[in-house]
């Protein structure tokens, strides 16, 4: 069994900062890209970064500039810095991992439980 299990959510005034965890453990025998997700209250699922194995990484317009996202391997471990935080980047983050349990299965997709982030003077 996989399991991804974020850190780091909490309340932060506008401009200040956060970085979020999220290590991935279990069962795996490989993992492939993994990245960051948020859903703000009456809104979809919105793609934040992601990261490629070799460490490419993509990010959504909106956090280009403010977001990092670095991942450890050795660990199977994904990080997300955010700074210069706006209220707007207010939300519930998710965790994604595509992992590949043993070597005859196919890849498949794994969550984690979310983390609050709220941005508020």
């Known amino acids: 069994q996989v399991q991804l299990v974020e850190s780091g959510g909490g309340l932060v005034q506008p401009g200040g900062s956060l970085r979020l965890s999220c290590a991935a453990s279990?069962?795996?025998?490989?993992?492939?890209?993994m990245g960051w997700y948020r859903q703000a209250p009456g809104k979809q699922r919105e793609l934040v970064a992601t990261s490629t194995v070799g460490s490419t990484t993509n990010y959504a317009d909106a956090v280009k500039g403010r977001f990092t996202i670095v991942r450890d391997n050795a660990k199977n471990t994904v990080y997300l810095q955010m700074n210069s935080l706006k209220p707007e980047d207010t939300a519930v983050y998710f965790c994604n991992a595509r992992i590949k349990v043993v070597v005859t299965a196919a890849p498949a997709d794994y969550w984690g439980q979310g983390t609050q982030v709220t941005v508020s003077s």
């Open positions: 279990g069962s795996i025998f490989s993992v492939y890209g």
